[in-house]
C-alpha cells in the first residue's frame, strides 16, 4: 500500500503541473497563433491607435494653448477697453465739470452784468427824477412868477381904473358945481334985470 500511495501521489502531482503547464501551453499558442492571424493587424491597430491618441493629445494641448491665447487676448481687449471707457468717462467728467464751472462763471457774469444795469437804471431813474423835479420846480417858479407879474399887472390896472373913476367922479363933481354956479348966475342975471 505505501508504495502504490506513493506512485499515486507521485503520479497525481506531475499531472496537476502538466495540467497548468499544458493551460499555458496553450494560452501561449493561443496568442501566437492570434499573433501570426491578427498580429500584423493588431501591431497596425496599435500603431494608429498610438498615433490617434497622440494627435488628440497635441489637438487638445493645441486647442487649451489657442483657448489660453484667445482668453488672454479676450482679457487684454476686455482692460483695454476697461481702461479706454474709464479714461472716456474722466474726459466726459472733466469735460462736463468745466461746463458746469462755466456756465457757473456765465451765471456770476450775468448777476454782475445785472446788477451794474440795474444800479445804472437806479441811477439813471433818480437823475431822471431829480430832473423832473427840477424841471417841475423850474416850471412852478416860472408860473408863480408869470402869475405874480399878471397879479401886479392886474393890480396896476386895477389901480389905475379907480384911479381914473375917482378922476371921473370929481370931474362930475366939478361939473356940478361949475353947472350949480352957471345956474346961480344965471339965476342972478335973470333977477338983475327984472329988479331994474
Do not use: C, W
Amino acid at each position: 500500500m505505501g508504495p502504490e500511495t506513493d506512485m499515486e501521489a507521485n503520479g497525481a502531482a506531475p499531472a496537476e503541473g502538466n495540467a497548468d503547464a499544458a493551460a499555458n501551453a496553450g494560452v501561449e499558442n493561443v496568442d501566437k497563433i492570434r499573433d501570426i492571424l491578427f498580429g500584423t493587424q493588431m501591431r497596425d491597430y496599435d500603431k494608429r491607435f498610438a498615433r490617434l491618441e497622440e494627435r488628440l493629445l497635441k489637438e487638445a494641448t493645441d486647442l487649451r494653448e489657442d483657448t489660453r491665447r484667445r482668453f488672454d487676448t479676450l482679457e487684454a481687449f476686455i482692460k483695454k477697453e476697461f481702461e479706454a471707457l474709464g479714461m472716456r468717462l474722466a474726459a466726459e467728467k472733466t469735460a462736463r465739470t468745466d461746463d458746469v464751472q462755466h456756465l457757473s462763471e456765465g451765471m456770476k457774469d450775468l448777476a454782475r452784468t445785472s446788477e451794474r444795469r440795474s444800479a445804472q437804471l437806479e441811477d439813471q431813474l433818480n437823475q431822471g427824477h431829480s430832473e423832473l423835479r427840477g424841471h417841475i420846480l423850474e416850471q412852478s417858479k416860472t408860473l408863480s412868477d408869470e402869475i405874480k407879474n399878471r397879479h401886479d399887472d392886474l393890480h396896476g390896472l386895477l389901480n389905475r381904473e379907480v384911479d381914473g373913476l375917482r378922476d371921473e367922479k370929481t370931474n362930475r363933481t366939478d361939473l356940478a358945481s361949475m353947472f350949480n354956479e352957471v345956474a346961480l348966475r344965471l339965476t342972478k342975471d335973470s333977477k338983475v334985470p327984472g329988479a331994474e
